[in-house]
């Protein structure tokens, strides 16, 4: 399974380009070059798209659960025997380190599908007895034609999350990858054919946010969207979908807080701490940039982290040595340092990294590097420590109390996770009743399980996914009451 050099639309069970047959270009971030292209679609794409969609499902919905199941447990199976070409197909897209890829993505990609091909046969609903007079139940039926759009930073793992228990609960699908990073889609395809998923099941639309992604958002009858990406763009979304009606999912961006306290395991914490900060270049949602250290240990944690912030390894994504590898695109590492540059301003003390490119030799001479960035010494309400930047840049700060480290953990308007490091049960527990996010993470972080609800509060977004969450997402309850 080799990635091609023009990716095509997967519309009716059939690659295809888009109607208007226009590419855009889609560049390889460790090489800073073109290497494939991809459909330009646009709303008549996403139409057909939908009718496909719309044929399919009769079926696909009134097949029963054991025959969904079976064919996305093939699909899963297929990406898991491919693992090696969609892990190095996402390290290409991408940028991400090839081991990153093989261990995290593309495993969680398959595990994804076959979490919710098993997940739906466990589904049950409730039913709620009238003693003597009457017996209510709830139906939970499969909500029709769903809409499904993520981002670059975890391809393929987040472009299932959503379409897995999509399509297990009977729904047929409209989905669009980033343009960014479209190849691993463009490969579920090809797999997707593979496994005999029937024609107009999954329709796999390529191209940009505002056209083909927006066409999909107003599309008048798919009626439902599940979204990952900008809090900005989650924000556009909401106004074009609220009004219409549609069911909808926002997975959305992060400020995340790394809240240490002294008597935490040092080692351990260093370690992970070093993980939350900079995996994936800093580009999950998840990474704690902002790192709170009670004042006892703050000396000795600046030294310790920036010491093993500098020895991190940058460069080769296919390097078995290398830590971080390149910035998604041009314009994402042009933000970053926009941001490294605005920290300066705002009076931050960087500790260490750069806010130049980090120039390589030979065939990396041109791709998007960036040092992991450390700064001291920022106030907690700067656009720093306030704003998300997603990328390799952290800020530390020192504390002294409890309320006052939870002040600052909630001072920001987004909510998604925290990480809290104490041997102090109580206090674990005081402050993850207190923190304003939807996930807590104690003495760990991103240690997940499938069957936890997943999501954020305030600007971090609305609704969950994860586990049963996402079956009843993508699923209307409908009450049924008989009376005897
Ligand atoms: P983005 O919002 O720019 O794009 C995400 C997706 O939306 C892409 O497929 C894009 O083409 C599409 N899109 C853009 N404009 C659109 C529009 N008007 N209508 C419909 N679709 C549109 O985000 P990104 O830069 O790809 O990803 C980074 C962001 O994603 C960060 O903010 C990060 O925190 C967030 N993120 C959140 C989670 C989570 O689970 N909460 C997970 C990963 C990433």
Redesign the pocket.
């Known amino acids: 399974m080799s990635p091609d050099k023009y990716i095509k639309n997967y519309i009716d069970g059939a690659l295809v380009p888009a109607l208007s047959t226009n590419y855009i270009d889609n560049v390889n971030p460790a090489i800073g070059q073109v290497y494939s292209h991809i459909p330009d679609s646009d709303t008549d794409d996403v139409q057909r798209a939908y009718e496909a969609a719309e044929r399919a499902f009769p079926t696909w919905s009134k097949m029963g659960m054991q025959k969904r199941f079976r064919i996305l447990a093939r699909l899963a199976d297929i990406i898991e025997q491919n693992l090696d070409d969609f892990a190095a197909a996402e390290s290409i897209d991408s940028g991400k380190p090839f081991k990153t890829a093989l261990s995290i993505d593309i495993p969680r990609a398959h595990q994804n599908i076959r979490f919710f091909a098993t997940a739906i046969l466990h589904f049950a609903s409730e039913s709620h007895h009238m003693e003597g007079e009457a017996v209510n139940f709830t139906l939970r039926q499969p909500i029709g034609i769903v809409g499904c ?6 391809p393929l793992y ?1 472009f299932t999350w959503k379409i897995a228990p999509a399509l297990a609960a009977g729904n047929c699908v409209v989905a ?5 990073t479209p190849m691993t889609a463009y490969m579920l395809s090809k797999a997707c054919i593979e496994a005999g998923l029937p024609n107009g099941v999954l329709n796999i639309v390529h ?4 056209k ?3 066409a ?2 107003e599309h008048p009858k798919i009626k439902a969207i599940s ?8 924000r ?2 909401a106004a ?1 979908a609220a009004p219409m009606f549609k069911k909808l999912s926002l ?4 400020k995340n807080p790394n809240i240490i306290f002294a008597d935490c395991d040092f080692d351990q914490m260093i370690l992970t701490t070093l993980r939350s900060s900079f995996s994936n270049n800093g ?4 990474c704690g940039s902002r790192i709170y250290v009670e004042r006892p240990i703050y000396e000795r944690f600046k030294e310790e982290f920036v010491k093993k912030t500098q020895l991190m390894k940058v460069g080769d994504p296919f390097s078995e040595v290398t830590d971080l590898g390149a910035i998604s695109s041009k314009a ?1 590492l042009e933000k970053i340092i926009n941001c490294i540059n605005l920290a300066e301003v705002e009076g931050g003390n960087m500790l260490c990294g750069s806010n130049e490119p980090l120039r390589m030799k030979g065939e990396y001479e041109q791709g998007y590097f960036l040092r992991p960035v450390v700064f001291e010494g920022l106030p907690i309400d700067c656009r720093t420590n306030q704003e ?1 930047i ?1 990328g390799p840049v952290v800020t530390i700060t020192p504390f002294d109390t409890e309320e006052e480290v939870l002040a600052y953990a909630n001072s920001t308007d987004y909510g ?1 996770s925290a990480t809290v490091w104490t041997k102090d049960i109580s206090r674990a527990q005081r402050i993850s009743e207190s923190l304003q996010a939807g996930i807590v993470w104690v003495n760990c972080w991103l240690l997940r399980d499938l069957r936890t609800p ?3 509060v305030k600007h ?2 609305v609704g969950r ?1 994860g586990g049963l969450e996402a079956l009843r997402f993508f699923t209307e309850p409908k009450n049924v009451c008989i009376k005897y």
């Not at 669009?176 to 960014?180: R, V």
């Not at 191209?207 to 505002?210: F, I, L």
């Not at 580009?283 to 998840?286: D, F």
Request: proline residues 6%; hydrophobic residues 30%; charged residues 15%.
């Open positions: 759009i993520s981002p670059w930073n975890l987040l669009k990858p980033s343009e960014i191209g940009e946010g505002p083909a992604g927006q999909i958002i979204f990952t990406g900008g809090t900005n763009t989650g556009k979304i074009t997975e959305l961006g992060g580009q999950i949602c998840l994402h998300e997603f998604l997943f999501g954020g971090s977004g996914e």
